[in-house]
């Protein structure tokens, strides 16, 4: 990730705060399970208290990654309509003709599929690229070529 704090689509907004809800009422319920450290238990008894003390770290860590996302998303400008981006929405043309318009974003989103990740070989070969640029990637089948046709809205038209 770069020092500069990067947007996230509504969808990933969405999806993160959900996360948050379920992982702290997880974590409510992993904190009411753990008992007085004073009780004296045999030793399955603490070691099973040892992995739910565990499990609360892990839940913490995992609270903070997300409260931290999330602030960050909130500090972020908007994307820019220059230069390709986390949070950019971008119309691409296919060698094929087929021209098609994603939005790159840092956290992959089910059924999302105008979603196109930053680490994925398309996000990797789109990021700092500007409008009439073109676009060389892998795929397990095949290299693909395209060109950037419009960053911004999708142009008239297209979905």
Not at 17 to 22: F, G, I, R, V
Not at 26 to 37: D, G, H, P, W
Not at 70 to 97: I, N
Not at 152 to 158: D, I, R
């Amino acid at each position: 990730m770069t020092s500069e704090p990067a947007p996230i689509s509504e969808a990933a907004r969405r999806a993160l705060e959900q996360e948050l809800a379920d992982i702290r009422a997880e974590r409510r319920t992993v904190a009411a399970t753990l008992r007085n450290t004073d009780t004296i238990g045999d030793h399955a008894d603490q070691a099973d208290e040892l992995q739910r003390a565990n499990d609360l770290e892990h839940l913490d860590a995992r609270i903070s990654e997300i409260t931290t996302r999330l602030g960050q998303a909130a500090d972020a400008s908007r994307p820019s309509t220059d230069v390709v981006g986390v949070g950019s929405t971008v119309t691409v043309r296919f060698a094929d003709g087929t021209v098609e318009t994603f939005q790159i974003g840092d956290v992959a989103e089910e059924l999302d599929q105008t979603l196109v990740t930053a680490d994925s070989p398309l996000g990797r070969a789109l990021l700092g690229r500007r409008a009439g640029d073109p676009v060389r990637y892998n795929t397990p089948e095949r290299k693909v070529t395209a060109v950037v046709v419009s960053l911004g809205t999708a142009p008239e038209g297209q979905a």
